[in-house]
């Protein structure tokens, strides 16, 4: 149990009509955030929920390499998330192309920047650009209807703690 | 939450899993009240306290024709995209809350 839950710590913006630019900051040295990130047993642990978790399935971390991993959809099927690496730079820098089964032909860039902050923390930046505004657009309500349809737990107590 | 305070409105109406339901069906096209009553297996009035809560919401809006209230969609539509925004923003905060735990655990700390 979290007792920070109204505590917002992902801070999102739309600096143009094709990005969504996220920033966050870890208690953790860079090269820590990164080893999270490339990982493939590690990154299996947070990047999707315990009730629908992700397999990494391959991580070929080199400019070209590809990665992929698979998550269930709620019928039970299988959505996979895949690309390549574009620019590895550790720890600071990781750009991938972004793409998933469920939407053919839907690709993004996002770029991953990692700053040491003096305190030890680090502050990441992920700007993920599309081909277009309709294609950001579409990322954006991809997480809306998933909120629509499983994400409602959370707010409900979101907002029975900011009713207390 | 605090940069999208014209939201709450709308999270409030959508807290509740009927209202969520009747946005879904309307997601697939206009009914009328009895229409969206029948598969809850909800009365009438119950139903219609609910449709009131979504159209001051500005979710749904209804239109009496003859002797039955039609209801679609309203101009605040979920794919409203503050809404979206926040989902997606919520979606990587739980993501990246996940990995501060892990990061935790790694340092052997309890937070």
């Known amino acids: 149990m979290t007792s920070d839950v109204q505590e917002h710590k992902t801070s999102i913006t739309t600096p143009s009509d094709t990005e969504i630019r996220m920033e966050r900051t870890f208690d953790a040295t860079p090269e820590v955030v990164w080893q999270m990130h490339t990982d493939p047993q590690l990154l299996a642990q947070w990047l999707g929920p315990h009730d629908n978790p992700v397999t990494v399935e391959s991580i070929d971390l080199r400019v070209g390499g590809s990665y992929r991993w698979t998550a269930s959809d709620r019928e039970g099927g299988e959505i996979a998330f895949f690309g390549e690496y574009r620019v590895i730079e550790p720890p600071r820098v990781l750009e991938t192309t972004f793409q998933f089964s469920g939407v053919p032909g839907f690709v993004s860039v996002d770029r991953l920047e990692l700053e040491e902050l003096d305190d030890g923390r680090t502050r990441l930046v992920s700007i993920s650009t599309h081909e277009s505004k309709e294609s950001r657009d579409g990322m954006l309500q991809s997480g809306m209807e998933k909120g629509v349809n499983d994400g409602y737990e959370k707010l409900d107590e979101l907002l029975a703690a900011r009713q207390s | ?111």
């Open chain 2, 1 to 111: 939450m605090v940069q999208f305070p014209s939201l709450d409105g709308t999270f409030s109406a959508l807290s509740d899993p009927t209202r969520r339901a009747i946005l879904e069906r309307l997601g697939q096209g206009g009914a009328t009240i009895s229409e969206l009553a029948e598969p809850s297996g909800m009365s009438l009035t119950g139903l219609k306290k609910h449709v009131r809560i979504l159209e001051e919401a500005e979710l749904v809006t209804t239109e009496k024709r003859g002797r039955t209230r039609h209801c679609r969609l309203g101009p605040k539509r979920l794919d409203d995209a503050t809404s979206w925004i926040e989902t997606y923003r919520r979606s990587w905060d739980e993501r990246y809350d996940r990995l501060d735990e892990l990061i935790a655990r790694k340092k052997g700390q309890t937070r």
